[in-house]
């Protein structure tokens, strides 16, 4: 008998690791969907980090107000992807987003929420809340972006999942990491 358990286990567990593989690769071909449109109607891809630092997004020459609380690659993934941005001024109107719809489970909030509407621009947020989120892989961990300095996609981003072990090897190719490129 223990024989047998030593032998399904293994087994049963390399299944699942294929399994999550198999939906982080759907998930990464999804996101890149998502950012294309985003691109579409913004002219720009998502940023990577949305400090008060950086230029402000903007559109019919209305700007999405920074904020301090975007300061990761996965924050500015779930919120420039997930929320329904809603423009309203006297020359320009359009809601644009959400581009994805995410489940609870690959989401994690933050505790915090983002910047507040402005006269011209109303935000909705990922489940109708003003929270800051990140956006998780199937193993946990949260998805990387670069689209300021891509690594490989020079011309485009970088999307990476650390995969199975949860290490950053950067998407190298000896690592388990699972990329787009």
Do not use: H
Not at 26 to 54: K, W
Not at 83 to 99: D, E, L, M, R
Not at 117 to 136: C, H, M, P, W
Request: hydrophobic share 35%.
């Amino acid at each position: 008998m223990m024989f047998l358990a030593g032998i399904t286990i293994p087994i049963v567990s390399s299944i699942q690791s294929n399994s999550r593989k198999g939906i982080t690769s759907a998930q990464i071909s999804q996101m890149e969907l998502a950012i294309r449109q985003f691109e579409s109607d913004f002219g720009v891809f998502p940023p990577d980090d949305y400090r008060t630092s950086v230029t402000p997004l903007s559109l019919g020459g209305i700007s999405i107000p920074t904020d301090d609380d975007l300061d990761t690659a996965s924050k500015c993934l779930a919120f420039f992807l997930g929320c329904k941005f809603t423009f309203s001024s006297a020359s320009f109107n359009g809601v644009y987003g959400p581009y994805i719809e995410f489940k609870k489970s690959q989401i994690s909030g933050m505790g915090v929420n983002f910047a507040d509407d402005t006269a011209d621009l109303s935000i909705e947020g990922i489940n109708a809340t003003r929270e800051v989120f990140q956006y998780k892989d199937p193993f946990g961990s949260f998805y990387s972006y670069d689209s300021s300095s891509p690594s490989y996609n020079v011309a485009s981003f970088d999307i990476y999942s650390f995969g199975p072990d949860k290490i950053d090897s950067f998407g190298t190719e000896t690592s388990d990491d699972i990329t787009n490129w």
